[in-house]
């Protein structure tokens, strides 16, 4: 990965610019923690870096940040800068390209996400990055009130910090999240959401759940449910229980996924039935909820007679014409009727059997 990243310093350096890899793969390098992708800061500008980067560019953005994937890495790639003026307490109002690497450092979020990296491998840290990494802690670049007020996301990214790589954070950011977590209230449910995400799924999420909680951000993030959460191997599950589908984003798939998972909490995950109507995944979901062994539910769901309708060896064609109907709805009560008598081992799976259930039954 280094020297990826170094290649690509190079590449703007060759341009006549300065390049620095910043960030979180600097710390994660440090800390010898694998990074998917890496910060890039310089002093050339979009246009230049478009310029260098014109057949690898994936995207850029207003913020004077671009995109490039290189040799299967993803690089975001941002202009030295200053920030002016938040708005809505989240973004700038105004941003100024500058050309010292040591002015843009300072508009950072914490210490341990300033140390740079030059083209020799060789580390730059301004702001004692490097001590704050030894010492485990999460300290905001200046004043902790005022880098929350300019923008609140940095509250939960300093959560998502400290879940993550179990650091502790500074009494200063304590005292400053405490004062200023009602802001989040104006954070956008999305950023909220990714954030979220990273903690909910980190190795380390009990623990993250339990300093949310501390602090109090669960009241301000509508969590109410936060302090029922008991597992987090499936993020799914998480937001199962936490259950706000009326207030955060998801899509529809996840939505589904939550809403049936939801349902089946009530129900007994080892039912054939209720393994068959909702499949291993959500039986398994809710099971971990509910302390229930995967090996326990995925031994009877091996056991099921069938798993889908289209395992029942008849058709409804050979139903309609057995009991002489027309198609219609009732089709739906015998399918389910069908379905059950199979799965609870009334019935075996074969068309005669099957047809004869249906002429005693529904005829
Ligand atoms: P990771 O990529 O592992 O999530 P990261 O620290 O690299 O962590 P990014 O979101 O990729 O986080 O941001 C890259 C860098 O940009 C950060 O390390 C930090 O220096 C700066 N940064 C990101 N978000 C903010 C913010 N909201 N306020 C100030 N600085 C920020
Ligand atoms: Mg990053």
């Not at 990826?4 to 793969?25: N, P, Q, R, S, T």
């Amino acid at each position: 990965m280094l020297e990826k990243a170094i290649y690509v310093l190079k590449m703007i350096e060759d341009k006549g610019f300065k390049a620095y890899i910043v960030g979180g793969f600097v710390r994660d390098y440090i800390l010898g923690i694998e990074s998917n992708d890496i910060d890039i800061t310089t002093n050339a500008t979009p246009k230049e870096l478009k310029e260098i980067f014109k057949n690898t560019l994936l995207l850029n953005d207003d913020y004077g940040s671009i995109t490039v994937m290189k040799k299967n890495v993803r690089f975001e790639i941002t202009t030295f800068r200053k920030e002016f003026k938040y708005l809505d307490n989240r973004r700038p109002e105004k941003v100024e390209y500058i050309d010292k690497l040591e002015d843009d450092i300072k508009r950072r979020d914490f210490t341990i996400n300033t140390i740079c990296m030059d083209s020799n491998g060789e580390v730059i840290d301004y702001l004692n990055g490097r001590r704050d990494l030894d010492k485990k802690v999460i300290k905001t670049v200046g004043n902790a009130s005022d880098r929350f007020e300019e923008d609140c996301l940095r509250i939960l990214r300093a959560v998502r910090f400290a879940t993550n790589l179990n650091f502790k954070l500074s009494d200063e950011v304590v005292n400053a999240i405490l004062e200023k977590k009602s802001l989040l209230k104006k954070l956008s449910y999305q950023r909220k959401k990714e954030e979220l995400d990273k903690i909910f799924t980190s190795d380390r999420a009990m623990d993250g759940i339990k300093l949310l909680i501390d602090l109090g951000l669960d009241k301000v993030l509508e969590l109410k449910n936060l302090n029922k959460v008991k597992c987090t191997d499936s993020l799914i599950g998480v937001w199962a229980v936490l259950d706000v589908l009326d207030i955060y984003p998801f899509s529809n798939h996840e939505k589904e996924m939550i809403e049936d998972v939801q349902k089946t909490l009530e129900l007994n995950n080892k039912d054939p039935y209720t393994l068959y109507k909702y499949g291993l995944y959500i039986n398994s979901v809710s099971g971990l909820i509910k302390g229930i062994s995967k090996k326990e539910i995925a031994s009877t769901y091996l056991e099921l007679p069938i798993t889908k309708r289209s395992d029942i060896k008849v058709s409804s064609e050979e139903i309609m014409e057995e009991l002489n109907k027309e198609p219609g709805p009732y089709l739906k009560d015998i399918y389910k009727a069908i379905e059950k008598e199979i799965l609870y081992n009334n019935l075996d799976n074969k068309k005669e059997d099957i047809l004869n259930f249906c002429k005693e039954n529904f005829s």
